[in-house]
């Protein structure tokens, strides 16, 4: 019999797109959940039910985000934020297969920066933007306002003109991660972390939105040769939606 699950994972979900895993948040905990093996369900909000839904969750004022989770075998605690949610599968649930090895913590959370700061708003989110427009369906103009307070200017400033500047710019920041993975088979080293869930979930915003750009920017990378395109195969059994034995 499938094992009930004991963590209920909140996702967003675009209107125009449901079940399309995308959001780079979310996956670092859907992906890392994958991993652990830890049975969970998804419950997928959208943008606006975020925002009406997670503080009922959080009992926090700021800015309504997701992932958060519920764990369910223990007492119902709620945690929000991928960074805080990884740190607490790792301690709760020990017996899993470890996320943060040996003692580099800090070094993962470097990595995490580097991927929020040079692959996901210099790059990524500028190359998806006006996909991610075109499927808010009823939400899209809330999605624009939102989107534009949070930036502090147009969307068609964020964007600019040129769409190959962007291209440049992950080509040049990707040759650091290509590097390791010419000498590793995982970003981490011998085996997984959480730099490679950060990696491959800063990445899925790109194949869900702009699976050309993935291809020729990412896979067929020339400096990086097959390394990405062997990497990210390594990876593909951990980006799954729920495995279908988690569902209820
Ligand atoms: N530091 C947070 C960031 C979470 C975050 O920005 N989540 C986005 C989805 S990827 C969100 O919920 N956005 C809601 C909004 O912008 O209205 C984390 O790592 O969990």
């Not at 297969?97 to 700061?117: E, M, R, V, W």
Request: net charge neutral; charged share 20%; glycine share 4%.
């Amino acid at each position: 019999m499938a094992p009930s699950p004991q963590i209920v994972l909140y996702d967003l979900k675009l209107v125009d797109a449901p079940g399309l895993i995308w959001s780079p948040n979310t996956c670092k905990t859907r992906y890392a959940l994958n991993y652990k093996g830890i049975p969970y369900k998804t419950v997928w909000l959208t943008y606006p039910e975020v925002h009406s839904e997670i503080p009922k969750l959080t009992k926090k004022d700021g800015r309504p985000t997701v992932p958060v989770i519920v764990d369910l075998l223990h007492d119902s605690t709620v945690v929000q934020d991928s960074w805080e949610i990884v740190k607490y599968l790792e301690e709760v649930y020990p017996d899993t297969p470890k996320l943060f090895n040996t003692n580099s913590i800090g070094a993962h959370l470097f990595f995490q920066d580097y991927c929020t700061q040079k692959l996901l708003f210099a790059v990524v989110f500028r190359l998806v933007l006006s996909n991610m427009i075109d499927l808010a369906g009823e939400h899209k103009e809330w999605f624009i306002k939102t989107r534009e307070a949070f930036l502090g200017m147009s969307i068609k400033e964020f964007i600019g003109d040129d769409p190959t500047v962007h291209a440049k710019a992950l080509t040049q920041n990707l040759e650091p991660i290509g590097k390791i993975l010419k000498t590793y088979p995982y970003i981490s080293g011998q085996q997984i972390g959480w730099s490679d869930i950060v990696f491959t979930s800063s990445l899925r915003m790109l194949v869900a939105f702009r699976p050309d750009s993935f291809g020729a920017l990412v896979l067929d990378d020339k400096k990086a040769g097959k390394q990405f395109q062997e990497w990210w195969n390594r990876m593909d059994k951990y980006m799954q939606l729920e495995p279908p034995c988690y569902s209820v």
